[in-house]
């Protein structure tokens, strides 16, 4: 049973910086991308980031500059670190990854989600 644990959420302060940490487990062959979305109270799921298996790093526009992604393939962790936050990154943020499990084809698994809240 393939599963992403996300760990590092918390309350920060505006203007703070705070660190999420996914790891993968279970009977996993590969790990393709992986990245992360983020869900405001009211609002649909945004995307954030995404990092393939070799490193390569994308985000949108309105993430540049103030977010991070990285991964380690010897961990299937991936983080995202987060800087300058502000009160609008107030969300809950998961963790997906496209994963091939022993015994089955590549699918993309999701963490349960962690709560990132960012006071004024």
């Known amino acids: 049973q393939v599963q992403l644990v996300e760990s590092g959420g918390g309350l920060v302060q505006a203007g703070g910086s705070l660190s999420l940490s996914c790891a993968a487990s279970?009977?996993?062959?590969?790990?393709?991308?992986m990245g992360w979305y983020r869900q405001a109270p009211g609002k649909g799921r945004e995307y954030v980031a995404h990092?393939?298996?070799?490193?390569?790093?994308d985000y949108p526009d309105s993430m540049k500059g103030r977010f991070t992604v990285s991964r380690d393939n010897a961990q299937n962790t991936v983080w995202l670190r987060m800087y300058s936050l502000q009160p609008e990154d107030t969300a809950v943020y998961y963790c997906?990854?496209?994963?091939?499990?022993?015994?089955?084809?590549?699918?993309?698994?999701w963490g349960q989600g962690i709560q990132v809240t960012v006071s004024s």
């Open positions: 997906y990854a496209r994963i091939l499990p022993d015994g089955g084809d590549y699918k993309d698994y």
């Open positions: 279970g009977s996993i062959l590969d790990i393709d991308g």
């Open positions: 990092i393939t298996s070799v490193g390569n790093t």
